[in-house]
């Protein structure tokens, strides 16, 4: 079982979040635990919560998952699903504050070294436009 | 730096994430008085944005650095490609 933090990329667009997941294989290799997740059954744009539990569970680590949105209804449903949790995983998902795409590559980059969560996290979000 | 494109996005995180696999601390800079990069931090070694054919320093500290160093040149020199 792969003991790396795990990496979940929720947009609105199924497309964005599929490519930003190629990126994220491409770039940083197959060592941590990735899934993706976007788009309304119609086929248009959007999110929902259940989708979102189902990738943060196809993405699972013990070592906790790293989810990262692109803008609002990403985020209140992301936050939704990982209140829906069971209570053992909850506190091992956090939403990182930061770019989908950028924010996922660095985040999987650090993932792959095996650091913690909080680590994991703190990558992501230490990236701001210079 | 001999890679066509400098140290972009993919070589930077095979930089990075063979530095990580070494327990030194281990710094990289465009001359031998810095300024110092921490090679472990992704973030940071972007934004050096080194472009092709510069020459990098590495300096590092700790009970493996010289295999630390060696490691990271060999990757440089054979163009980031991942050992077979």
Known sequence: MNSNVGIVIVSHSPDVARGAADMVRQMVGDDVPLAWCGGAPGGGLGTNVEEILAAI??????????????????ETNSEMAIEMLPDRQQNRVVVCNAPIVEGAVMAATEASAGSSLEDVRRTAEELKPA | MLHEVGLHARPSVRLTQLAKSFA????????????????KS?????????????????????ADAQAAVSALIALIERDFETEA
């Open chain 1, 57 to 74: 569970n196809r993405a699972w680590s013990e070592a906790g998952v790293a989810v990262l949105v692109d803008l609002g209804g990403a």
């Open chain 2, 24 to 39: 030194s601390r281990i710094e990289f800079g465009p001359s031998n008085e810095g300024p110092w990069t921490d090679v």
């Open chain 2, 42 to 62: 992704i973030v940071k070694v972007m934004k050096t944005k080194t472009p092709k054919d510069a020459l990098l320093y590495f300096r590092a500290e700790g």
